[in-house]
């Protein structure tokens, strides 16, 4: 198994393959003890008793270890993430640092690192973020009531030449007139970057934005915020 375990990209089967290999040994040493007293003619079987005993107490002492390791083998069989990939554990959202036999160790967004049994990742939901082919920005941008159909159109067609003309956004971008708002004529823009880095995604949602904003007040169109008009009665 070694070559083949060196040229895998992941580093949970080297982690795996020594305790293996020790697992074997110990297994093939017993099994061998074993047969040399049977063929000089002891008698096995209360032998055979006392390590069945032995290795159920051993087994109930050592029930979280195993569990561990059960959820280790279920990991390097199932590959749900590899280090380096940034993961969602539950509640723990941060980047795979090390997976090892009992633990596998995250650095969370807050600079934290997180050891997280791997008997509870192997019963809980994975959302591995760092496979996602793209992030998906959904968003919504309102314009003022007194925004003509012209400019509404006009609007529309800034929006989707904006998307359509940056290099780190998909084709397959969506952008509809939504419906009409409290105190906005709303837009729905859904688009996805073409990188998974976060950091990188905030950088193109910045770079849309802001040329939005100078296509806009180029066209005179004016972005809503919430207003009121109160309508008072005199008697």
Known sequence: LKPRVSRTKTALDDAVLPALTTATKIFVLVVGILGILANLEYNITSILAG??????AVALAAQDTLSNWF?????FTDRPFAAGDRVIVGNTDGTIEQVGLRSTRLRTLDGTQVTIPNSAIATTEVNNISRMPARKVNTTIGVTYD???EKMEEALSIIRDVLGANERVREDFIVNFEEFGAYSLDMRVIYWCRTVDYAESLATREEVNLEIMRRFEKAAIEFAFPTQTLYVKKE
Not at 51 to 56: E, F, M, N, Q, T
Not at 71 to 75: W, Y
């Open 51 to 56: 390590l069945g005993i032995g290795g159920l």
């Open 71 to 75: 959820g280790a083998f279920m990991i």
């Open 147 to 149: 925004t003509s159909v």
